[in-house]
């Protein structure tokens, strides 16, 4: 199935995914993947958000053989195992056309299911709801029904995490015991929260045990994204000088979204040589344009949670927050005061915990541009 890609009113898109073209990097990870795909593993991409594993997970579809069937589910707004049903057959129904043979197939058969059908007044995509608590077995005959074709199916499941929000109590055995007998479908299950992910594949008394090879998402790399960028401005005829995409690589944090971001903002800036003074403003505009999501930010957290927020913020990355001197410094009470607070901002995914290569831990503002903010602002 060739698919044509739309062309992105700017080549720095902030969503989706627009094809290779307007894709940086990201080979080594695509190799490895495909490479576990095609001898029939299935892989557990990890990274923290925005980063870019969900157009990550689009790029791959463009680069595995073209008789392989890719599946694409993003399950993160559903809340139970009848919406993960859905979400599946729905994928099923976007991801075969109504045309050929093999999609005719398809939709016969999820028809054959009996759920509802619609489609959706905006996108056009065909959604299904099936008006059952008995799930496993149509999710089961679906997998099954894939496992029969005579092509591969690549699954890829969206923040796979959420299943763990299922109030039902053993999705994840029976879907792994259904996921273990099949042949032909691998599934690539990705998702940002590393630390539910990683108990899922790697605590022996879970289903999932083993079950997929872990790949941890990086930053794209300084240089990587450099060229990338300067090459992106100048072919559309723009000058960034090198040493103002470092600046800009810098004041994002080489961070996907927030690059893209930025650079999206910049390209918009009608100029063919761009000066430094040029992505001062577009940032300048930028959070401002998000002071509001910032100062409600504000208003959900404790005074001390603020407090470790905004010390957190103005140390980059804050390797001992509970220690004395920290705690001195930024006057954020006692110790058992900052364990409680960093929890409930982990939580609230306000800040993340990362081990850097020394393997000691620290923590960092989530949000880039919440972070730059804070800096400038308090
Ligand atoms: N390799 C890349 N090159 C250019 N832009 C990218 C790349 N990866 C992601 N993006 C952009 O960053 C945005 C955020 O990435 P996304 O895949 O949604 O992150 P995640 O799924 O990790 O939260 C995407 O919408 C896309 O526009
Ligand atoms: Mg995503």
Redesign the pocket.
Known sequence: MSKKFKTPTNP???????GPE?????EQESKKIIQLLQNGQSCLLM?????????????IRELLPKDWRYIYLDILPTENEQQFLDSLAAALLQNFSEEDTIGKKVWGFVKSLRPIISFDQLSGLPQVSFQTSQTEKPIRDILSFLAALEKPTVIAI?EFQQIHTYPEQNTDAWLRSAIQQLQNVFFLF?G?RQTLLTEMFTDPSRPFYKSASPIK?EK?TKEEYKS?IINTFSSHGKTLGEELAEQVLEWTKCH??Y??VLCNNLFQVPKMNYEQEDWHTCANNILKENETFFLYYRTLLSTQQWKLLVAIAKTGSAYAPTSKDFIAKNQLGSAATVFKSIDSLLDKELIFKEYDKNGSLYYEVYDVFFERWIQRTY
């Open positions: 720095f898109p902030t969503t989706g995914y627009y307007y894709f940086c990097d990201r990274g923290n958000r925005r980063l870019g594993k969900t157009a990550l997970i689009y790029h969206d990705s940002s998402l794209i990338f996907t979204y690059v893209q």
